[in-house]
């Protein structure tokens, strides 16, 4: 088995991930497109104390992103909305790869949230296909009695047709969205054939080990229900053909596509800055960041603000092809200004003059992307580990 030393991991990983951007030619929607098909998906989110998730991970890996690019990419069919380890925009060629989880869905063979109403479902579907593309507010429906956390039964049986696939997304309004058929809003050239076990499996495979270089079976499962079986299966086979090879960092083993080793001759940029959002590609899994990183985070919005130790929203930066910082940041919208509430630089940061310069450059970059004129840091630490 061959081994990498964990440098030519981090390389791999950030160069299949295409973090730092590199220079391209194109218009700026292209550079979106091909970000976008490079890794797969991008998580939606619905916090936005900075650019929402969806957009701030796009705008990571193309640094002339515009907020309406994945609007377009959605009208355009490039891109479609539903679940991956978390609600998503996914690749619409992809489509027929979402459809395993909405048939187990609609078999009642996996649980979704709500309960289905098949009667309020029915009358919900016939609405949309008599009066066209409808959002949840389109419909009256009255709780018997409020909690705080339900929804309406309208919204609930819109969920659920939408989940196992008879309804899709066609956009969004002020970020709520729009339902209509699947068979309206699906490109007329998308394949709908619904994939073998095997071939699913394979495709959770290789699409991975794309856009993430290297992989285990725990990690190209994450959150997944009832594929780990069959994946494990696709990797052995995939090792037997040739197409994949597990190789050594440190002690963990990891499988990698022979194609993606080929990187390794590639230059990685190491002088640029780049402020992450905690729902990127690249370290959504915690675990696996913490491992190939040697970086350990937890996003802190959902934890009692006297047990923060970083902050609300704090963003991972990356810079010399490591995670090197983090910076809990707020939009000023009123003074147009972005907050660094406290910026943290990890106990093994060198070159930390060089870093603040590269740091200046990404903050004023980011100020722009969240349309502010400029940005203030108010406290700067560093991690006591």
Not at 81 to 96: F, I, K, Q
Not at 213 to 221: D, K, N, P, S, V
Request: hydrophobic residues 40%.
């Amino acid at each position: 088995m061959n081994s990498l030393s964990i440098p030519e991991a981090r390389k791999l990983v950030l160069l299949s991930q295409g973090l730092p951007a590199k220079p391209q030619k194109g218009s700026a929607y292209a550079k979106t497109l091909s970000a976008f098909n490079r890794i797969g998906y991008v998580q939606i989110d619905t916090i936005s104390v900075v650019q929402r998730a969806h957009h701030h991970t796009l705008w990571s890996r193309n640094p002339d992103y515009q907020l309406g690019h994945l609007e377009q990419l959605v009208s355009e069919k490039q891109a479609f909305e539903y679940w991956s380890h978390a609600a998503s925009y996914l690749v619409m060629e992809d489509y027929r790869f979402s459809l395993p989880r909405k048939l187990a869905i609609r078999s009642g063979e996996q649980n979704h949230w709500f309960k289905k109403d098949r009667k309020l479902m029915a009358s919900v579907l016939k609405r949309i296909e008599l009066d066209g593309p409808l959002m949840a507010k389109d419909f009256e429906s009255k709780l018997a009695k409020r909690t705080g956390w339900e929804s309406k039964p309208t919204k609930q049986a819109l969920e659920m047709l939408y989940m196992q696939g008879d309804l899709m997304i066609t956009e969004r309004r002020q970020f709520h969205k729009v339902y209509d058929l699947t068979e309206r809003v699906l490109p007329a050239h998308i394949d709908t054939r619904v994939p073998t076990e095997q071939e699913h499996a394979r495709y959770l495979v290789v699409s991975f080990l794309k856009a993430h270089a290297i992989g285990t079976l725990q990690e190209i499962t994450y959150l997944l229900k009832g594929v780990k079986a069959q994946v494990a299966i696709a990797l052995l086979d995939l090792q037997e053909s040739g197409e994949i090879e597990k190789v050594k960092v440190s002690n963990l083993e990891y499988y990698v596509l022979q194609e993606s080793l080929a990187l390794l001759d590639q230059r990685l940029s190491r002088k640029t800055a780049k402020i992450l959002s905690p729902f990127d590609n690249l370290l959504i899994q915690r675990g696996r960041a913490s491992s190939i990183f040697n970086f350990d985070y937890q996003l802190e919005c959902y934890v009692p603000a006297a047990k923060r130790k970083f902050g609300y929203f704090c963003l991972p930066i990356l810079w010399g092809g490591r995670l090197v910082a983090r910076a809990d940041c707020k939009v000023d919208k009123k003074n147009s200004r972005l907050d660094v509430i406290h910026l943290f630089l990890e106990n093994s940061l060198k070159a930390k003059e060089a870093f603040i310069e590269a740091l200046d450059q990404e903050l004023q970059a980011f100020a722009a992307f969240n349309q502010c004129g400029g940005y203030a840091i108010a406290k700067t630490s560093t991690t006591p580990y």
